[in-house]
């Protein structure tokens, strides 16, 4: 079987050692692997800066070279296979002879992982890697090309692999090649969804500190943290109101149920004078019995705890002003489609966060 290698500009300057191992692998497995010469950028960074015209000169040039090819076209890159395979025929109007060859290379196309598990079949390769692993899925690769658990079969058959979980696996990481160079502040604010400061050292959140709270923070976590907690402190003892989600609602008490791991949860509802809650109609649990079933199970799936650190249960606004708490709780209902899905015999017993987030 013939293989014409698509090298990739980030293959070919920066990660030459993983086209030469996906070389090796692949010839181990039969086939015959061939470098079209005359490649260059598929142009690929004009189009997603927004230059689309500029972006046909460099995908003409790439069109000629494997326009002369014959077999599949390989690469190790999601991002490039996918501006392939879905850009390329909408480069070129509809009718000319390169949308033709557009439209027959975007189907020989693929990525490395999707070429081993759908084209030789194969979702063992004999390797072996005695080492934890976790994985992470590129927008590219899981949105773009659809691939979500070809590379989660390869790694399960590695000898000696240990693959760990990772939370939030299919959320974007804001990274976006080009994207976080050109917009780095939408860039950063999207990685805080799923990792607020996690890619901050120590200095760096102590700096962080610096420019957006105007402290002298040291770089030490103890201190940082002590300062985190006064500054967050005094913004919740000086709001007006706290709005909150809710794990649960018992219709038979009307009681909020909010479990969580930080404190700030409680003190958002009970620090304010106003609370508001805006809960999803499908947290809905008939009485305390039915609870008692869900809270035993939400923890275990979702970090593996007995119980979480707060378990928290709000039957309405305080009863003694005195006491403290808010004065008035207001609930919203929310339905978003959640009527609609639940005429749906299959979608209703369908968690959809848990089928995009979780394993």
Same mark, same amino acid.
């Not at 003409?60 to 501006?83: D, M, N």
């Not at 590379?151 to 080009?178: D, H, M, N, W």
């Given at each position: 079987m &013939?293989?014409?290698?698509?090298?990739?500009?980030?293959?070919?300057n920066?990660?030459?050692?993983?086209?030469?191992?996906?070389?090796?692998?692949?010839e181990r497995?039969?086939?015959?692997?061939?470098?079209?010469?005359?490649?260059?950028?598929?142009?690929?960074?004009?189009?997603?800066?927004?230059?689309? $015209?500029?972006?046909?000169?460099?995908a003409?040039?790439?069109?000629?070279?494997?326009?002369?090819?014959?077999?599949? @076209?390989?690469a190790?890159?999601?991002?490039?296979?996918?501006f392939?395979r879905?850009?390329?025929?909408?480069?070129?109007?509809?009718?000319?002879?390169?949308?033709?060859?557009?439209?027959?290379?975007?189907?020989?196309?693929?990525?490395?992982?999707?070429?081993?598990t759908?084209?030789?079949?194969?979702?063992?390769?004999?390797?072996?890697?005695? +080492?934890?692993?976790?994985? +992470?899925?590129?927008?590219?690769l899981?949105?773009?090309?659809?691939?979500?658990?070809e590379?989660?079969?390869?790694?399960?058959?590695?000898?000696?692999l240990?693959? @760990?979980?990772?939370?939030? !696996?299919?959320?974007?990481?804001?990274?976006?090649?080009?994207?976080?160079?050109?917009?780095?502040?939408?860039s950063?604010?999207?990685?805080? @969804?799923?990792?607020?400061?996690?890619?901050?050292?120590? !200095?760096?959140?102590?700096?962080?500190?610096?420019? &957006?709270?105007?402290?002298?923070?040291?770089?030490?976590p103890?201190?940082?943290?002590?300062?985190?907690?006064?500054?967050?402190?005094?913004?919740?003892? #000086?709001?007006d109101?706290?709005?909150?989600?809710?794990?649960?609602?018992v219709?038979? $008490?009307?009681?909020l149920?909010?479990?969580?791991?930080?404190?700030?949860?409680?003190?958002?509802?009970?620090?304010?004078?106003?609370?508001?809650?805006?809960?999803? @109609?499908?947290k809905?649990?008939?009485?305390?019995?039915?609870?008692?079933?869900?809270? &035993?199970l939400?923890?275990?799936? #979702?970090?593996g705890?007995?119980?979480?650190?707060?378990?928290?249960f709000?039957?309405?606004?305080?009863r003694?002003?005195?006491?403290g708490?808010?004065? !008035?709780?207001?609930?919203?209902?929310?339905?978003?489609?959640?009527?609609r899905?639940?005429?749906?015999?299959?979608?209703?017993?369908?968690?959809?966060?848990?089928?995009?987030?979780?394993?």
């Amino acid at each position: 079987m &013939k293989v014409n290698l698509f090298l990739t500009c980030l293959g070919e300057n920066f990660f030459s050692p993983v086209l030469k191992d996906m070389v090796s692998l692949l010839e181990r497995l039969g086939a015959r692997c061939e470098v079209p010469e005359g490649q260059t950028c598929c142009g690929q960074p004009f189009f997603n800066s927004g230059y689309q $015209t500029q972006a046909i000169g460099p995908a003409r040039q790439w069109l000629k070279v494997f326009g002369r090819t014959h077999g599949y @076209i390989v690469a190790p890159s999601g991002s490039c296979v996918e501006f392939v395979r879905h850009r390329y025929p909408e480069l070129f109007p509809f009718g000319t002879p390169e949308h033709a060859l557009a439209q027959d290379i975007s189907h020989r196309t693929f990525e490395f992982t999707e070429f081993l598990t759908k084209v030789l079949k194969v979702t063992d390769v004999g390797a072996s890697f005695p +080492h934890r692993v976790t994985y +992470h899925a590129s927008c590219h690769l899981l949105r773009g090309l659809g691939l979500r658990d070809e590379p989660k079969q390869l790694s399960a058959a590695v000898r000696g692999l240990e693959y @760990i979980p990772l939370p939030a !696996e299919e959320t974007c990481c804001g990274f976006g090649g080009i994207f976080s160079v050109v917009y780095p502040e939408v860039s950063r604010s999207i990685s805080h @969804i799923i990792a607020p400061a996690v890619h901050l050292t120590k !200095e760096g959140i102590a700096e962080l500190f610096r420019a &957006k709270l105007g402290v002298d923070a040291p770089a030490e976590p103890v201190q940082l943290a002590a300062i985190a907690r006064a500054r967050l402190r005094e913004a919740f003892l #000086a709001a007006d109101m706290g709005i909150s989600g809710a794990n649960f609602m018992v219709a038979e $008490t009307g009681t909020l149920v909010i479990v969580s791991n930080e404190g700030n949860g409680r003190m958002c509802t009970t620090l304010p004078p106003l609370h508001v809650a805006v809960v999803g @109609i499908d947290k809905v649990v008939p009485d305390m019995e039915s609870l008692d079933v869900l809270l &035993k199970l939400l923890p275990r799936s #979702a970090t593996g705890q007995k119980m979480t650190c707060y378990t928290s249960f709000i039957t309405g606004p305080s009863r003694n002003p005195e006491e403290g708490g808010p004065q !008035e709780l207001h609930l919203v209902l929310l339905d978003n489609g959640r009527t609609r899905v639940l005429r749906d015999v299959a979608a209703r017993e369908t968690c959809c966060a848990f089928a995009v987030v979780s394993v």
